[in-house]
T-cell receptor
């Protein structure tokens, strides 16, 4: 299955600033997914990112707050903009694994906003 | 919303089999049952999946009832490293279909 490198692994940020999270995959993939996991909660899909087109956002998530780039088939970024303490979460990217073997997830970015 | 129901938590003694149940009474004929787990501070890890037959791999066994409305994940000899949150997810086996995670079952393997 694909190997995902996600950076940074953790960060502490001031409110009002922005953080860009990078997701690098060791193979070409068509779709990449970004999830958020709030403290003590399950994973929630933020958006789906296809190469060459705008990301598709789930209800409750907007592009101005979570802009996503997908410049090629192995890389994507998620930016958390104008952060507030409520944005403190783990952010994870995932990609389709081998056929019918589900998805591979990155190790996540643990974000704390102070 | 997640289409599965799992107990919020379970305990299991180390070395014993851990049996994690999942109800998916509204599953469609073309939906697979997937199991993932998330060990603390890591991303979810794929365990196993199946359609209607029982499945086994090096990590676990998946038992799906004949009517497909429920399933059980079996860890045959649980170790302390199996302590994690286990997610049961039903999903159509189409490329690009995202996974919808419910709250899962927090399994604690006790020494």
């Amino acid at each position: 299955s694909a190997v995902i490198s996600q950076k940074p692994s953790r960060d502490i940020c001031q409110r009002g600033t922005s953080l860009t999270i990078q997701c690098q995959v060791d193979s070409q993939v068509t779709m990449m997914f970004w999830y958020r996991q709030q403290p003590g909660q399950s994973l929630t899909l933020i958006a789906t990112a296809n190469q060459g087109s705008e990301a598709t956002y789930e209800s409750g998530f907007v592009i101005d707050k979570f802009p996503i780039s997908r410049p090629n088939l192995t890389f994507s970024t998620l930016t958390v903009s104008n952060m507030s303490p409520e944005d403190s979460s783990i952010y994870l990217c995932s990609v389709e694994g081998a056929v019918r073997y589900g998805y591979t997830f990155g190790s996540g970015t643990r974000l704390t906003v102070v | 919303d997640a289409k599965t129901t799992q107990p919020p938590s379970m305990d299991c003694a180390e070395g014993r089999a851990a049996n994690l149940p999942c109800n998916h009474s509204t599953i469609s004929g073309n939906e697979y049952v997937y199991w993932y787990r998330q060990i603390h501070s890591q991303g979810p890890q794929y365990i196993i999946h199946g359609l209607k037959n029982n499945e086994t791999n090096e990590m676990a066994s998946l038992i799906i009832t004949e009517d497909r409305k429920s399933s059980t994940l079996i860890l045959p000899h649980a170790t302390l490293r199996d302590t994690a949150v286990y997610y049961c997810i039903v999903r159509v086996d189409n490329y690009g279909q995202n996974f919808v995670f419910g709250p899962g079952t927090r399994l604690s393997v006790l020494p």
